[in-house]
């Protein structure tokens, strides 16, 4: 499936319209800022782009100029696409058109350099970034479209399933232990770990959230945020501060040495939920790699309580999906709950336009999806496996992986196969993304 973005000019009637609103400090220079941005001479490239990426959901666009020439990709839903290239003097007039709206000097192209503007389409707004640097013989620059947004509102949004959510919601609510959340590297950790607290009851107790200052993240509303460095403020010195304050709830979005494990596990003893995040394959790894930081393994044996490892997966684009009926050996494999005659769906990117003659499915952009969904394993920690961790078995996650699926843990695939049998989902998708852990 190709993605559609082209830089050419709209019909007249498809102009997009997007009001941007520049950097300035008051409205006389926000003015010179956009009127700057005009002159460039592909400011009408610069709106169609941003219409266009905008509508599908992009992250964010790089745009690279170097001797070489140029290239343009987008980022949506966690997957990069390359656009067609542009020639250099246009892509550097498209660049600086950006650059000005974000009040930053677009004739700068060494130093790093960052700055915000906002754009409006209808009524819906986008607070993006803008970061420029130089890069060997040339510059990149990066649009951030709404880089602080959070992706899901809550475990529903992320379509975890009804009895996941209550499993997860009542580990959430205990009064003390440790809960884990984990994943691969930009698999959604993070996304998932903040999803699960703006899910909790934080109204109700106090949350406190422990930020590692080079890691900042968006604020989640009633959530205390508490920033250490490591050095100046440690992470034992901020929480003997918050412990005046009586927290209920501690967060680390990442804890990875041996002091951050320690102090967050001697946060249950005192009353208190502690919560975690870590980078691990599946739940049963996250176990050891928590081990592996060398901390007091005794203690986080005992207060660990359960595990989520997350995956993203994208979402079928409802406009275009296409149905099936899958072969019985895929029911059988995906271990579906569905029907002999219910289908499932495919991504197509393409709707029948006039004549019937497929054209660019004007929702996704061609890609087929739209949107991402969390697939969550869970898994609740036994006794057995707290003996397996402290134990001095030869393959103690081989072990822990087998008490796990034997105490019921909810693996990937089943959540997955749940979001395939409503059509929310592709087979092919869970395929790419459950295909292999990544390392
Ligand atoms: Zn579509």
């Known amino acids: ?4 973005v082209s830089f050419g000019k709209p019909p007249a009637e498809a102009a997009p319209s997007v009001h941007f609103r520049p950097a300035g400090n008051d409205e006389r220079s926000r003015n010179i800022n956009l009127l700057k941005a005009r002159r460039f001479g592909a400011f009408e490239i610069a709106t169609n782009l941003f219409h266009q990426v905008a509508s599908l959901g992009a992250a964010n666009v790089q745009v690279d100029r170097t001797s070489a020439g140029s290239t343009i990709t987008v ?9 067609p290239a542009l020639d250099l003097a246009t892509a ?7 650059k000005q709206l974000a009040g930053i000097t677009a004739q700068e192209v060494r130093w790093r350099q960052s700055g915000q503007f906002t754009a409006i389409i209808k009524n819906k707004s ?5 970061v420029s640097s130089g890069i060997p013989s040339g510059e990149r620059t990066q649009l951030l479209l709404d880089a602080g947004k959070a992706e899901f509102a809550n475990l529903a949004a992320a379509s975890v399933s009804e009895p996941l959510q209550k499993r997860m919601r009542a580990s959430l609510a205990a009064e003390s232990g440790l ?6 590297p930009q698999s959604g950790m993070t996304e998932l770990l903040e999803t699960a607290v703006r899910d909790s009851d934080r109204f109700q107790r106090s949350y406190y959230l422990l930020e590692n200052s080079r890691r900042p993240r968006p604020d989640i ?4 945020t508490r920033k250490f460095d490591g050095s100046t403020v440690t992470i034992d010195s901020l929480l003997r501060s918050i412990a005046k304050e009586h927290p209920d709830v501690l967060i680390v979005p990442e804890i990875d040495d041996a002091e951050i494990v320690d102090s967050l596990t001697s946060q249950p003893a005192q009353g208190r939920l502690a919560i975690g995040g870590v980078l691990a394959n599946d739940a049963p790894e996250t176990l050891l790699r ?10 986080f044996a005992g207060e660990v309580t359960a595990v989520a490892n997350a995956r993203l997966l994208r979402k079928l684009c409802v406009t275009c999906r296409q149905p099936y009926l899958p072969s019985p050996q895929m029911v059988m494999e995906l271990n579906l709950a569905i029907g002999e005659t219910q289908a499932l769906f495919r991504p197509s990117g393409t709707i029948p336009g006039e004549r ?9 952009g061609g890609l087929g999806y739209r949107g991402r969904a969390a697939v969550i394993q869970w898994m609740e920690v036994s006794d057995e496996m707290r003996a397996t961790m402290l134990g001095s078995s030869d393959d103690h996650l081989q072990l822990l992986r087998e008490q796990a699926a034997a105490a019921g843990m909810t693996p990937h695939l089943a959540e997955a196969a749940t979001l395939a049998a409503a059509g929310i989902t592709s087979v092919e998708e869970i395929v790419r993304v459950l295909r292999t852990p990544r390392d």
């Not at 809960?179 to 691969?184: I, R, V």
């Open 221 to 224: 509303e009633n959530v205390a």
């Open 290 to 299: 928590v081990l592996a930081t060398r901390c007091n393994a005794r203690r």
């Open 75 to 83: 980022e949506v839903d966690g997957i990069t696409h390359a656009l």
């Open 356 to 364: 019937d003659e497929p054209m660019t499915c004007p929702a996704c």
């Open 126 to 130: 986008w607070e993006c970034t803008v």
């Open 179 to 184: 809960l884990l959340f984990s994943a691969p």
């Open 92 to 98: 550097t007039a498209l660049v600086s058109s950006f």
């Open 1 to 4: 499936m190709a993605f559609r």
